[in-house]
């Protein structure tokens, strides 16, 4: 992060033969296309318009141009530590995806960016677990992040490359790892959450309405 010449901050990414510069709001790039903060809001107000609209070739460059201007500013807001912008940064990523969906000139195109969508929500769930630490809100929290994006995970493996592709993922090894690091490094045993699943499972009922009881309350917080 360094200083532009009017006092703003910036991101410096080195890459080869070359510097890029990121702006740290709005789009990376700076740039207001057609008057909009974002590419994707300039394409939800035109598709607002005509809901049948498919993307020209064209458009659909700039999605791309979009996408990876993003993408650069992520991998720098985590690389910084600076994980909730990482995770706004994902979240702008996954709504491109949900919304080209409707206006994916084709299928191809759309599989060509829902590839990738395993690996920005690794950076999601990554990002989220980090502010559940850096937050105080405890190892327990980040634990039960990164189980509930592993279960989130699961469902997409379902849906578009199979179960049994699961287990062997990178991806999916990578944040079991990260998981089970934080339950070593801070003597985390199982989550209420965890505790309950195995009730449920070992058909304790009566231990699963309390343990159900003890979320509740926590989820509620202080009355």
């Not at 000139?105 to 829902?114: F, G, I, K, R, V």
């Not at 327990?140 to 493996?157: K, M, N, P």
């Amino acid at each position: 992060m360094v200083k532009g010449r009017d006092g703003r901050d910036v991101i410096q990414m080195r890459v080869d033969m070359g510097v890029l510069q990121l702006e740290t709001t709005g789009r990376p790039d700076g740039a207001q296309p057609n008057g909009c903060e974002t590419y994707l809001d300039y394409l939800q107000g035109v598709l607002l318009k005509d809901p049948d609209r498919k993307l020209s070739e064209g458009e659909c460059g700039e999605v791309d141009r979009e996408f990876i201007q993003y993408y650069h500013r992520r991998i720098c807001w985590l690389s910084l530590r600076e994980f909730r912008r990482a995770a706004r940064d994902a979240d702008h990523s996954l709504a491109f995806m949900d919304f080209l969906k409707t206006c994916s000139p084709n299928e191809e195109w759309t599989l060509s960016h829902e590839q990738y969508r395993p690996f920005v929500l690794f950076h999601r769930i990554q990002a989220e677990a980090l502010i559940a630490l850096d937050d105080g809100e405890g190892a327990e929290a980040a634990v039960e992040v990164i189980s509930q994006g592993l279960d989130r995970l699961r469902v997409l493996f379902e849906s578009y490359e199979g179960a049994e592709r699961f287990e062997d993922d990178d991806i999916v090894k990578r944040l079991i790892e990260i998981r089970e690091d934080i339950r070593k490094r801070y003597e985390i045993g199982l989550t209420l959450r965890e505790r309950l699943d195995a009730a449920v499972a070992h058909e304790q009922y009566e231990l699963a309405a309390k343990l159900r009881d003890e979320l509740a309350k926590r989820d509620l917080g202080p009355l």
